[in-house]
């Protein structure tokens, strides 16, 4: 495990952003500080644990009915579930609630050309490259 966020003092989940936005919703389950969360009901987040269209990162660990405050906008601490590349967008998860690199989704038309679709898997974008698994890096929500 690498922390390439030059933040070794900063655990996952944690954000250096003074105009980062930070969002309250109640657990569905239980939440890991750092945890990628999907809206699992109206109004109510459950951590990820495969690919889910995630709405932030949860900056609290709670149980599951508590209120769960989610990094929904802003630069945040997370760690990489495979390598992931700066710049490139990224999704939540794997089975051990890391993110993952968000790849081209290719459409063919007719045979005619391809076209990069993501519909609302984004959860946002790398902002250092990770070479391995549990690397740490911070990524743009």
Known sequence: MTDFTGKSWMTIGETDDPNAIIESF??????????????????????????????????????????????????????????????????GADASKRVLELTDQVVDENGAASYTVYYNRKLGTALQTATTADDLLFIQV
Do not use: F
């Open 26 to 91: 109640e657990a569905a389950a239980a939440v890991t500080k750092g945890d990628p969360v999907y809206l699992s009901a109206d109004h109510k987040v459950s951590p990820a644990t495969d690919a889910q269209d995630c709405i932030g990162i949860a900056v609290k660990s709670v149980a599951s009915g508590a209120q769960c405050p989610v990094l929904t906008r802003g630069r945040v601490k997370v760690k990489a579930g495979d390598a992931v590349t700066r710049g490139k967008a990224v999704y």
